[in-house]
C-alpha cells in the first residue's frame, strides 16, 4: 500500500507567521512520530501519538509546537509564531505498533516538509 | 542522556569498493538498532538489531550488532552509485517510543 505521505512538501513563510503540516500515515498503524532534522544532523524527536493520544511529546521545543491527531490517522504539525531557527526538515513516521518491541514498532518515513522561515 | 555516535561523517569511495560504517551508543534500557538510507528525502529502512552477534543480510548490504561492546557496523561490499547516501543509525529504548539518531555519514559512491 501506499507510503507515510506529507504536504506539503516545501514551506516557505516569514517570521512570526502560523503554519500547519500535515502528516497521512501508512493505513493500519497506530503509532505516529513527528521529527526535526537540521542540515547536516540526524533526525531529533519532537512528539509520538498512540491512537488519538500524545504519549510522549517531551521533544517538542516549546509551547509554540503543537501536534494533534484527532481520528488516530492524519496528524496535524502546527508551529505558532515562527522564527528563523524552526527551519528544518519536518519528517513525520508511524509503525503498526509502538510497544511491542518486535518488527512490528520499525518505523517508516515519509518524504518530510521543509520549512524556511525568512 | 541518550546518545549516537556514526562514523566516518564522510566517506568517498569509488565504484566497486567495500565500505563499513560505524554506530557507537550509550543508551539506558536498549531495545534495538536501526539503520536507514536517506537519500534525498526519506529516511529508507535497511535493518533492526536487537540480539548481540546476528548478522543481518540484504544483498550487499549487511549488519551486526555487539550489544558488550555497544556499537553496530553496517557493511556494503561491490559498490555502486546508487548507494551514495547519508546512511542513519538509531536506537530505540525501551519505555520511549522515540528513535535516537546519529548525526550520518555521508557515503558517496564515484564512478
Known amino acids: 500500500g501506499a507510503g507515510v505521505s506529507q504536504t506539503p512538501s516545501n514551506k516557505v513563510t516569514e517570521k512570526g507567521k502560523y503554519v500547519e503540516l500535515r502528516c497521512d500515515p501508512i493505513?493500519?498503524?497506530?503509532?505516529l512520530y513527528w521529527y526535526r532534522q537540521s542540515l547536516g544532523q540526524g533526525p531529533e524527536f519532537l512528539i509520538y501519538?498512540?491512537?488519538?493520544?500524545?504519549?510522549?511529546d517531551s521533544g517538542l521545543p516549546n509551547d509554540r509546537f503543537f501536534a494533534v491527531r484527532p481520528e488516530g490517522s492524519v496528524s496535524t504539525l502546527k508551529i505558532q509564531r515562527t522564527e528563523r531557527g524552526d527551519s528544518a526538515m519536518y519528517l513525520c513516521?508511524?509503525?503498526?505498533?509502538?510497544?511491542?518491541?518486535?518488527?512490528?514498532?520499525?518505523?517508516?518515513f515519509g518524504p518530510g516538509t521543509r520549512l524556511t522561515v525568512l | 542522556e541518550d546518545k549516537v555516535v556514526q562514523s566516518p561523517l564522510s566517506l568517498v569511495v569509488h565504484e566497486g569498493d567495500t565500505v563499513t560504517l560505524n554506530c557507537s551508543y550509550e543508551?539506558?534500557?536498549?531495545?534495538?538498532l536501526l539503520w536507514y538510507k536517506q537519500e534525498k528525502k526519506a529516511p529508507t529502512f535497511l535493518f533492526m538489531l536487537?540480539?548481540?552477534?546476528i548478522e543481518k543480510k540484504s544483498g550487499r548490504l549487511s549488519s551486526i550488532l555487539d550489544k558488550k561492546e555497544l556499537f553496530s557496523i553496517l557493511n556494503i561490499t561491490a559498490t555502486q552509485t546508487g548507494d551514495s547516501a547519508v546512511y542513519l543509525c538509531?536506537?530505540?529504548?525501551?519505555?520511549?517510543?522515540?528513535?535516537?539518531f546519529g548525526q550520518g555519514t555521508r557515503l558517496t559512491i564515484n564512478p
Open positions: 513516521a508511524s509503525s503498526l505498533t509502538g510497544t511491542s518491541g518486535s518488527d512490528r514498532d520499525t518505523q517508516y
Open positions: 493505513s493500519g498503524h497506530t503509532a
Open positions: 501519538f498512540q491512537g488519538t493520544g500524545a504519549a510522549d
Open positions: 543508551v539506558t534500557n536498549f531495545r534495538s
Open positions: 536487537t540480539s548481540s552477534g
Open positions: 538509531a536506537v530505540s529504548p525501551w519505555g520511549a517510543q522515540k528513535l535516537v
